[in-house]
Antibody
Framework: QVQLQESGPGLVKPSQTLSLTCTVS??????????WSWIRQPAGKGLEWIGR???????NYNPSLKSRVTISVDTSKNQFSLKLTSVTAADTAVYYC????????????WGQGTLVTVSS | DIQMTQSPSSVSASVGDRVTITCRAS??????LAWYQQKPGKAPNLLIY???SLQSGVPSRFSGSGSGTDFTLTISSLQPEDFATYYC?????????FGQGTRLEIK
């Protein structure tokens, strides 16, 4: 079955750029049947959808983060990536990648999540 | 954005109890609703989609109902592994949004 795994630095300095990658295994990111999303969760809080990408490179972003977010896909590596610029302490969270079937915006499966702390 | 409000925020129950969690959307979302279970330190796990469809592999004691703005998740007979936090999510429009969560604790 398809599995997702996040990777990237666990510590980012304020004002810098957070960069994470999600590696997909057990299936092709190019299948065309799915969107690939990033979702985050601050400690002890709820879930916030960040954005998604289709295999073609088409993206949708949460308006609350749109000015700072870029999601890209590398089909040759079966990966998609998140960049969040100008980070502050408010961006400290566990970041998840997840898959949603085209036409059905619920998420399954999810990666295990990676904690990113913004601190100097 | 569509706001999702869950109630209660937390609930205490015993093994074998029947528990119902409610989720209300700030505007109609038809049946575009999912429920997730999250255990500490783990990613959310999809339980219910399209308001009432059981995800493959999820025990039949979990059920969902509702449409429009009001939805419920019911666990018919609580098992020890069900103590977790539950989230609803609207999938009707972007940005997709989640409820604030309901923490299910052992009484």
């Amino acid at each position: 079955q398809v599995q997702l795994q996040e990777s990237g630095p666990g510590l980012v300095k304020p004002s810098q750029t957070l960069s994470l990658t999600c590696t997909v295994s057990g299936g092709s990111i190019s299948s065309g049947s799915y969107y690939w999303s990033w979702i985050r969760q601050p400690a002890g809080k709820g879930l916030e959808w960040i954005g998604r990408i289709y295999t073609s490179g088409s993206t949708n972003y949460n308006p609350s983060l749109k000015s700072r977010v870029t999601i890209s896909v590398d089909t040759s590596k079966n990966q998609f990536s998140l960049k969040l610029t100008s980070v502050t302490a408010a961006d400290t969270a566990v970041y998840y990648c997840a898959r949603a079937r085209v036409g059905a915006n619920w998420f399954d499966p999810w990666g295990q999540g990676t904690l990113v702390t913004v601190s100097s | 954005d569509i706001q999702m409000t869950q109630s209660p925020s937390s609930v205490s129950a015993s093994v074998g109890d029947r528990v119902t969690i409610t989720c209300r959307a700030s505007q109609g979302i038809s049946s575009w609703l999912a429920w997730y279970q999250q255990k500490p330190g783990k990613a959310p796990n999809l339980l219910i989609y399209a308001a009432s469809s059981l995800q493959s592999g999820v025990p039949s004691r979990f059920s969902g109902s509702g449409s429009g703005t009001d939805f419920t998740l019911t666990i018919s007979s609580l098992q020890p592994e069900d103590f977790a936090t539950y989230y609803c999510q609207q999938a009707n429009s972007f940005p997709v949004t989640f409820g604030q969560g309901t923490r299910l604790e052992i009484k």
